[in-house]
């Protein structure tokens, strides 16, 4: 099934039972406090707080989705991607669990070509794959949820297995509404890992879709696992995400989310471009790993680029400006490392395009403007790389020849003289058969930013872009314990 047509289930399925159709929202999130639109609930979070009357009560979208927490994820893992879409069906003081369980075990289950006695149509998903965690956390138990699961619905017992807040309670990061959740996972086999379900192993048992019983207002969020339940909502609500491309990768059979219809033909234009063969390794031992998962960054990074900017992010230095100018950034240090010198984002981004536009026709129709945003990043940041690699051959060249490792001092002056980024100065001074003391890099970054955190001092400026930068970074804001000075910040 083409992601296309997944869609198009999808929105019918939930059509069909009084779901109002929502085209999904812009990518830059409408709430100024935070920078991207994380999850398909977000254009909804006015109506779950009831702050304002929703026009229908029930709701079915597919959520362009940025989360920039998972970066570190892309590639490396088989399910994360900086740009997703979010299929949700919603339930704004209407039906609750009862319902809600019910109807996505139907959906995933049910024959494409459809029930004979009810006609609707499904994924035909097997159902002795799909396995169930409820919220249970102590004395929290969501018991109601675990017996429609057995009961109703008639998931075997050794299915059901129960987790707790940090995976099955559900918030923005910020106050705001909340809920324990109910996820379904899919079992993708013993090649994949070994059994016990998904509470030992989310490589095998990969989450598809997670059910949000949206019931509490939470008054702050210092963490996921850490926020304070200032009372029940007026009204019981339901939000669910089903990420659109693990159910892609699951149905057309393929080993990860960047091998599906929508992502796969950016990563084989970067293979093709570097002269490399793709081999769909996930094994970190594999002599290939490196390169797959390079291709795979690359082919995410693209289309997240290419959709950032048709929503009309550009680059810069802040906000998210900054994580456009980073996931750029990324792809052409990508390439570079697969050994590509000359400009090629034009090209990956036009077949971008191409997987794309059937459902975005925006990303066709400015496509023009997409391209030459993106070819003047690219531009700017082969300058840097160019002027860098000199100064960083002539160092490698002394190292060598005095017999020692290129001083931390040398990879710290490229880095802060001519942007150069660390993974490319490793790199380099690798194939040449030089290290590099990498310690003493990390602590001249770390100075660094100490200094700038001085500085930053009775700004405002400055910390509020500081502020917002964390935020951006953890796509769930509170999240997030890592860097803060994006300026100085060594990996692009
Ligand atoms: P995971 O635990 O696998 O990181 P999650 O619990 O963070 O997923 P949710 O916040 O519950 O994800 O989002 C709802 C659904 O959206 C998930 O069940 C998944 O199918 C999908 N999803 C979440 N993050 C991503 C991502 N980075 N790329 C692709 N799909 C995603
Ligand atoms: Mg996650
Ligand atoms: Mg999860
Ligand atoms: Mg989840």
Avoid at 275 to 292: F, I, K, L, Q
Avoid at 323 to 349: C, H, N, S, T
Avoid at 399 to 423: M, R
Avoid at 461 to 486: N, V
Wanted: charged share 25%.
């Amino acid at each position: 099934m083409k992601t296309e047509d997944i869609t198009r289930t999808w929105y019918d399925y939930f059509a069909a039972q009084g779901h109002e159709r929502v085209p999904s929202a812009s990518l830059i999130s409408p709430d100024p406090s935070v920078l991207f639109t994380i999850a398909g609930m977000v254009p909804f979070i006015p109506y779950f707080l009831g702050t304002e009357k929703p026009p229908y009560d029930r709701a079915v979208s597919v959520q362009k989705c940025i989360r920039t927490a998972d970066i570190e994820e892309v590639g490396k893992t088989a399910r994360h991607g900086t740009f997703f879409q979010m299929c949700g069906n919603f339930s704004f003081g209407d039906y609750f669990k009862e319902k809600a369980i019910p109807m996505a075990w139907e959906l995933l289950t049910t024959s494409p070509d459809g029930d004979p006695e009810t006609g609707r149509r499904g994924f035909g998903l097997d159902p002795e794959r799909l396995w169930i965690t409820v919220y249970e956390d102590g004395e929290e138990r969501d018991d109601e949820a675990r017996r429609i699961w057995e009961d109703v619905v008639g998931v075997p017992r050794e299915r059901v297995i129960g987790t707790g807040k940090a995976d099955n309670y559900w918030n923005t990061g910020q106050p705001g509404p909340g809920g324990p959740c109910s996820e379904i996972y899919y079992d993708r086999g013993p090649a994949y890992g070994a059994d016990g379900g998904p509470a030992v192993d989310e490589t095998r048992f990969i989450e598809l879709w997670n059910l949000v019983f949206m019931e509490e207002r939470l008054s702050e969020v210092r963490s996921k696992t850490d926020f304070d339940v200032e009372g029940p909502l007026d009204r019981k609500n339901i939000d669910t995400g089903l990420g659109l491309e693990r159910l892609a990768m699951v149905l057309q059979g393929v080993e990860n989310m960047y091998e599906t219809d929508q992502v796969r033909p950016v990563l084989d234009r970067a293979a093709e471009l570097a002269g490399v063969t793709y081999t769909s390794t996930e094994d970190p031992a594999d002599p290939n790993h490196s390169t797959d998962v390079r291709l795979r960054m690359i082919a995410d990074h693209v289309r997240s680029s290419l959709m950032l900017i048709s929503d009309g992010v550009r680059p810069s230095n802040e906000g998210g400006g900054f994580v456009l100018r980073r996931l750029i950034r990324r792809v052409i240090l990508g390439m570079r490392l697969l050994g590509v010198e000359e400009p090629v984002f034009g090209e990956l981004v036009r077949v971008s395009r191409d997987s794309m536009q059937g459902v975005y026709p925006e990303v066709a129709t400015t496509f023009e403007t997409i391209r030459s945003v993106a070819e003047k990043e690219e531009q700017s940041f082969l300058r840097t790389i160019s002027a860098g690699t000199a100064k960083l051959e002539s160092a490698v060249s002394s190292a060598k020849s005095s017999g020692t490792s290129l001083s931390g001092a040398d990879a710290f002056a490229l880095h802060d003289t001519y942007g150069f980024p660390i993974d490319l100065t490793l790199e380099m001074a690798a194939e040449a058969g030089v290290s590099v003391d990498e310690g003493q890099f990390r602590a001249l970054m770390a100075e660094q930013r100490e200094r700038a955190r001085a500085d930053a001092k009775g700004k405002k400026s400055g910390h509020a872009d500081t502020a917002l930068y964390q935020q951006l970074l953890a796509g769930r804001p509170t999240h997030f314990t890592g860097y803060t000075e994006h300026t100085t910040e060594s990996r692009v």
